[in-house]
């Protein structure tokens, strides 16, 4: 049975910064994709960014310059870090699992920017 579970979300003043971990089990983590997604009240879960099973990352517009995905295959974790958060940040952070005939999510995480 795959599991993913994050962490690391949290209430933070503009301008700072967090790292959110999420860590896999039940599979081979090193072949996968894996990607971080949010989802704000009242909006659809956008993709933040992906990092292939070689180490090839991409990011969406709003976050590029500030966040950074990579990835452990030791751990079987992967990483978000965010710097200089703005308010339009807050959401809930999901992993994301991809590979051929499985997709898997993780249950989210909290990130609220915000003085």
């Known amino acids: 049975q795959v599991q993913l579970v994050e962490s690391g979300g949290d209430l933070v003043q503009p301008g700072g910064s967090l790292r959110l971990s999420c860590t896999v089990s039940?599979?081979?983590?090193?072949?996968?994709?894996m990607g971080w997604y949010r989802q704000a009240p009242g909006k659809q879960r956008d993709v933040v960014a992906t990092i292939t099973n070689n180490n090839r990352d991409n990011y969406s517009d709003a976050v590029k310059g500030r966040f950074s995905i990579s990835r452990d295959n030791v751990k079987n974790t992967v990483y978000l870090q965010m710097n200089s958060l703005r308010p339009e940040d807050t959401a809930v952070y999901y992993c994301?699992?991809?590979?051929?005939?499985?997709?898997?999510w993780g249950q989210g995480t909290q990130v609220t920017v915000s003085t």
């Open positions: 994301k699992l991809v590979g051929p005939g499985v997709q898997c």
């Open positions: 039940g599979i081979n983590f090193r072949f996968y994709t």
